[in-house]
């Protein structure tokens, strides 16, 4: 798709209202909010990300290119959220001390918005007492976490084990993700599922949840 391949190369070059055009265009033309999010935004900002590595983009390009993103996922997110789906209960989410990717997080939550979990998003640079405490005041069954460096996702590990030291790690369901993890590093943090993506955490949530 023409368009779609555009809305990559806006994305790529931090074009905000382009893509908020773009976005617009594709709802118009009948696609499903998902498929505008994965397959526009998702699929382009992965571009963004390979080239972010191989040292061909820096840090201003990528914010601008995130900032891009995150217009159409304004725009998409209203969409994604509206459900009739039965309410499945609360989520606790947000990205671990250290780290300020948030654009992965906020995928996840307006997924689960969309799948009837009331979320309650604490944002990115999240110390273990942030956690705790918003998890006891919302009476929490699911805590999420996101991580995008390998130097922040052990502090994952330092959150479990504040659960389990507070004597309630078992009455919650803990879902970690983000780019650098994988199955394995979730099941030796002790977390109950790793998920690869946003709709992976919805399902894996309501299978643990029922
Ligand atoms: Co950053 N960055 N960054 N960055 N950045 C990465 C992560 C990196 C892989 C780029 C690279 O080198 N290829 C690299 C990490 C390398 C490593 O640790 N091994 C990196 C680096 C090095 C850095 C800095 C250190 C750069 C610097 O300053 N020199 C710095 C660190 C800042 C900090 O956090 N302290 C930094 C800064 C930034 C920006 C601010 C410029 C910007 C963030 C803007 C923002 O988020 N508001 C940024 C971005 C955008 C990226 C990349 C390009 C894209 C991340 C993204 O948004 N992806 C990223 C490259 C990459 O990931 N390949 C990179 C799109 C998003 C939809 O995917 O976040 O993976 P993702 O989320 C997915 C799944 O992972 C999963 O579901 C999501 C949706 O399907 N998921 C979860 C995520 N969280 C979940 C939680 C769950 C469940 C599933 O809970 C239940």
Redesign the pocket.
């Known amino acids: 798709d023409e368009l779609v391949q555009q809305m990559h190369d806006d994305l790529y070059d931090g074009l905000k209202e382009e893509i908020e055009e773009g976005t617009n265009i594709l709802l118009e033309r009948g696609w499903a909010p998902y498929k505008v999010l994965t397959e526009a935004l ?1 699929a382009g ?2 571009v ?3 080239d ?2 191989d040292g061909i983009l820096f ?1 201003p390009e ?2 601008l ?2 900032n891009a ?1 995150k217009t159409g996922m304004g725009i998409l997110r209203p969409l994604l959220a509206e459900t009739d789906a039965p309410k499945m209960g609360t989520m606790v ?1 947000g990205t671990v001390k ?8 906020n ?2 939550s307006m997924m689960m918005e969309g799948a009837g979990f009331d979320v309650v998003d604490l944002g990115i640079n999240n110390a273990v007492e942030n956690y705790l405490e918003a998890l006891e005041r919302e009476e929490a069954a699911i805590l ?3 991580a ?5 996702m052990p502090y994952m590990k330092v959150v479990i084990d504040q659960l389990k030291e507070k004597g309630i790690r078992d009455q919650i369901i803990v ?6 993890l994988n199955e394995e590093f979730g099941r030796a943090i002790g977390a109950d599922a790793y ?4 709709a992976v ?1 919805v399902e894996t949530a309501k299978q643990l949840i029922a």
């Not at 998920?195 to 946003?198: I, N, V, Y």
Request: proline share 2%; charged share 20%; net charge neutral.
């Open positions: 998702v900002m992965k963004v990300g390979d972010f590595r840090v990528v914010l290119a995130a993103m989410i250290g780290d300020i990717h948030d654009i992965g997080k995928l996840v999420g976490m996101s995008l460096l390998t130097t922040t879902l970690v993700g983000g780019a650098p998920c690869r993506d946003a955490a």
